[in-house]
């Protein structure tokens, strides 16, 4: 599958007839919400694991040196934290060209911290897509993202604010808390620029 999803996603027509959608956010949507929205509450979805697998080309990396973000994963038990935002459908072409390097549109099911629940759309970026960068150690990770750094800023500071954004909604990712305490190690917290590339492991 190519990177660019924008035409992909255009067909996925399933809410257009509303007049509100709810939108899952559980990557840079949680910190950046950039777009006009109608309402905005803590949900999670079950069934998937937030991970750094996909790779940042256009965002937080470039061609040679690509940053990692989020997507999810299917992962049975498992459930991802996260803001659902209830938009109207004309705000997914922003998102959809906002999200080209390789997240398509997917319906699902959220539930809210409250216990109400409601169906929507999360963007996932498969294994199939060509940016996929897949697993590896959390500690090469948090290496690669150290390092990285595109044209919306450095890697570091979008797993940075991923971390602190969950923090404050009282919400535990140990997958983006380990990244985090690998950064830390190499001297990258919050507030601090990356400056310097971790040492060599
Ligand atoms: C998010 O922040 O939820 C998000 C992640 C990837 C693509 C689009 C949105």
């Known amino acids: 599958m190519s990177h660019n999803t924008i035409a992909i996603n255009r067909r996925m027509d399933k809410f257009d007839s509303h007049d509100s959608v709810w939108l899952f956010g ?9 777009f006009p929205f109608l309402d905005r509450r803590p949900a999670a979805i079950r069934g998937w694991a937030r991970r750094f697998w996909q790779g940042s080309h256009d965002h937080r990396g470039t061609e040679t040196a690509p940053g990692r973000v989020v997507t999810l994963v299917p992962e049975a038990g498992a459930h991802c934290d996260g803001m659902a935002y209830l938009v109207t459908p004309e705000e997914f072409a922003h998102l959809d ?3 080209k390097n390789g997240y398509l549109r997917l319906a ?3 539930h809210f911290d409250d216990g109400a629940s409601a169906e929507g759309i999360v963007y996932i970026a498969t294994h199939e897509n060509a940016a996929y960068l897949g697993p590896a150690p959390e500690r090469d990770i948090a290496r690669q ?5 595109g044209p919306s800023g450095p890697n570091a500071e979008y797993l940075l604010h991923l ?3 969950l923090r404050d909604m009282g919400k535990v990712d140990a997958h983006v ?3 985090e305490r690998h950064l830390a190690a190499f001297g990258i917290k919050s507030g601090i620029k990356p400056a310097k590339p971790p040492a060599p492991a």
């Open 108 to 110: 699902t099911d959220m």
């Open 26 to 34: 559980y990557g840079s949507l949680i910190f950046k919400a950039d």
């Open 177 to 179: 808390f380990e990244i």
């Open 163 to 165: 971390a602190q954004a």
């Open 97 to 99: 060209y906002r999200e």
């Open 145 to 149: 993202i150290a390092l990285a750094r």
